[in-house]
């Protein structure tokens, strides 16, 4: 029903910045809760930021300040601005989508990846 593709990753200096994007196709996007998951090798995936079809945004308090979720309904896409980036940020970046009112169906992008190192 939905399609998302990431991009934006690549590789930035400690302390540097990057904007993710995440373009969602095959649907209405306007309905969708929106959500950037990361996952770092041998770790569980983890949320890092999500936003409602509504516009309300919650954020993983390791990236509180630094990290911001937006979306662009005319666009079909949604972002995340990372700013002050740390090592440990480094990861797989993925974009969820999620329609509104409907638990448990999900979609997933392919992922984006996202290395910051000296």
């Known amino acids: 029903q939905v399609q998302l593709v990431e991009s934006g990753g690549g590789l930035v200096q400690p302390g540097g910045s990057l904007r993710l994007s995440c373009e969602a196709s095959g649907s209405i996007f306007s309905i969708y809760n929106m959500g950037w998951y990361r996952q770092a090798p041998g770790k569980q995936r983890e949320l890092v930021a999500a936003i409602t079809s509504g516009g309300s945004t919650n954020y993983a308090d390791s990236v509180k300040g630094r990290f911001t979720i937006s979306r662009d309904n005319a666009k079909s896409t949604v972002y995340l601005q990372m700013i002050s980036l740390k090592p440990e940020d480094t990861a797989v970046y993925y974009c969820?989508?999620?329609?509104?009112?409907?638990?448990?169906?999900?979609?997933w992008g392919q992922g984006t990846q996202v290395t910051v190192s000296s």
């Open positions: 969820n989508a999620n329609p509104r009112g409907i638990r448990g169906l999900d979609y």
